[in-house]
């Protein structure tokens, strides 16, 4: 018996399934997303854009808004905190391609924050409502309507979590779905998730509602969906480097049982088509470089892996570097037909899959957010 819920709609589209790829910043390019569908991720949200259209010609903007040849959905996420320029933002990106508006309420880093947008916008209700008001104006309604979604914290600290008061407040302005990350703007990524505060969000709306937050293996996911009673999973920093997790999950929810590891020649060719698409979409220069965290990500707690990481950072050209990860993995199929992690070399003992770290949070930051 499957263990999964019916994956929700949003507004016309219809998905796959439930297992959802988190806007991270620096990771969910257009190359990341596209490859986390292919392995079994229903619907990836784009990295967060921000409203100021003063940003929108820059070239880190123009290539968070590419979606060439992106699998549909295509969901946009913006920020900011002026309600004016959030619709603008929304009309644009609708413009440009976008089918779903997401709106970043969840962001706690302090560049966002300090700008009253993010998690920031939690201590203002009335402006959550004139944002989400405005952006579902803009976009919304009509015979053309684009949905609207949201994404939040369960409060901006553990004595004003006001995640359902917010929930319903943004159903009643129009959002078509929402997704709880389970920590508060204080809690940063510290602790555990608070499903119990996901689970009330869901008890008290009627809009599919999405769980997010330390769910980082087939086993977690279902204890996730048990404990929250949400429509959908929102996968963030354990998709990093391990992009095969989404098939994992749907498969385990579907039959109960687990996928062995995958096969090292597998891997190898995934990392492969991955870094070509992730050269050809930065060029020579910046893909190198912006290649080396998903490649150390793949390589992590692998044998040798520190070393080769090391190495990895001396290559400034993406044939060297390519070359580099081939010759690894080359190395890691004579050990093994499929992947072995291991203690020891200065990599992490024990669980293989736990969640890498990010350079800043798991669903922003931009450059900015207002002039």
Same mark, same amino acid.
Request: proline share 6%; glycine share 8%.
């Given at each position: ?10 507004? =016309?589209?219809? &998905?796959?399934?439930?297992?959802? @790829? ?21 619907? +990836?949200?784009?990295?967060?854009? +921000? ?70 916008? &939690? ?8 944002i989400v008001e405005a952006v579902v104006?803009?976009?919304? *309604? ?5 949905? @609207? ?14 995640? @359902? ?13 929402? *997704? ?24 008290? @709306?009627?809009? =599919? ?33 391990? =992009? ?54 793949? *390589?992590?707690? &692998? +044998? ?13 050209? *993406?044939?060297?570097? &390519? ?11 004579a050990l093994s037909d499929r992947l ?14 736990? =969640? ?16």
């Open positions: 018996m499957s263990l999964s819920p019916p994956p929700p709609r949003i507004g =016309p589209h219809s &998905l796959r399934n439930g297992l959802f @790829v988190a806007p991270m910043a620096g990771v969910t390019d257009r190359p990341f997303r596209q490859l986390c569908k292919t392995l079994g991720a229903g619907y +990836a949200v784009s990295e967060m854009v +921000a409203s100021n259209a003063q940003l929108w010609r820059s070239d880190k903007t123009l290539r968070r808004a590419n979606h060439d040849g992106e699998v549909a959905p295509i969901a946009v996420q913006i920020a900011g905190a002026d309600p004016a320029m959030m619709a603008e933002a929304a009309r644009h990106n609708v413009a440009n391609g976008a089918q779903i508006i997401d709106i970043n309420m969840g962001c706690p880093a302090k560049k966002v924050c300090n700008v009253a947008a993010g998690s920031a916008l &939690l201590q203002n209700e009335p402006l959550v409502v004139r104006a803009a976009v919304g *309604t009509g015979p053309d309507a684009v949905p @609207v979604t949201l994404k939040i914290r369960t409060g901006w600290d553990r004595a004003n979590r006001n995640a @359902v008061r917010v929930a319903r407040l943004a159903e009643s302005a129009g959002i078509a779905m929402l *997704t709880v990350h389970g920590r508060t703007r204080a809690d940063l990524y510290k602790g555990e998730a608070e499903y119990e505060t996901i689970a009330a969000v869901k008890q008290s @709306v009627g809009i =599919p509602v999405v769980a997010n937050g330390d769910i980082d293996s087939p086993e977690k996911a279902r204890v996730v969906l048990a404990a929250t009673g949400a429509d959908a999973l929102m996968i963030g920093r354990a998709a990093q480097g391990r =992009p095969w997790l989404f098939r994992e999950i749907d498969h385990f929810l579907r039959t109960g049982e687990r996928l062995p590891a995958p096969e090292v020649a597998e891997i190898q060719a995934i990392m492969n088509h991955h870094l070509a698409d992730h050269y050809a979409f930065y060029g020579e220069f910046t893909g190198v470089r912006t290649a080396r965290k998903h490649i150390g990500w793949y *390589t992590r707690a &692998l +044998a040798g892996s520190q070393a080769f990481r090391h190495r990895l950072n001396t290559l400034d050209s *993406t044939r060297e570097q &390519l070359a580099a990860v081939n010759q690894f993995f080359d190395e890691q199929r072995i992690y291991a203690a020891g070399d200065g990599d992490e003992a024990g669980e293989p899959h736990a =969640p890498a770290p990010v350079a800043d949070d798991e669903n922003c930051s931009t450059d900015r957010l207002a002039a």
